[in-house]
């Protein structure tokens, strides 16, 4: 009888372990799929937010330091800033977007993310 309780048990746990892995393999896929993929950034009228596709994690940097990272793929910016060389690369090596941060670190989060961090074309967006 003890034998027959284990294969029972065994059996139960089995398919909840299955059930999970099929539950969890459902939520990454959901999950990953994320927000559309604009190519390039966009505003509607009467806001001055430009909306593009950006990596998730990005960091957004005040003064050399960290002030904040982006944590979503989807964010809001305000301008673009030809500066400094950015060490990122891409098509717009020296610009920089300015955003407030989704995590704050230091000045209320607002700061500027390296254009090679945003998917979306920024060219559209108003200079600083």
Do not use: Q
Request: charged share 15%; aromatic share 12%.
């Amino acid at each position: 009888m003890k034998t027959m309780t284990s294969r029972r048990s065994l059996k139960l746990t089995l398919g909840a372990v299955a059930g999970a892995a099929v539950l969890v393999g459902t939520m990454t896929t959901s999950a990953s799929a994320g927000p559309p993929y604009f190519p390039t950034c966009y505003t509607t009228s009467g806001t001055t937010h430009w909306y593009c596709s950006n990596l998730p994690g990005a960091e957004v940097e005040w003064a050399g330091r960290p002030a904040g990272y982006l944590l979503s793929d989807f964010n809001f910016f305000l301008c673009r800033y030809e500066g400094d060389p950015t060490g990122g690369g891409g098509p717009h090596p020296n610009r920089w977007i300015y955003t407030e941060a989704d995590m704050d670190l230091s000045n209320g989060g607002w700061g500027f993310v390296k254009d090679s961090d945003i998917y979306s074309e920024t060219n559209p967006l108003p200079k600083c």
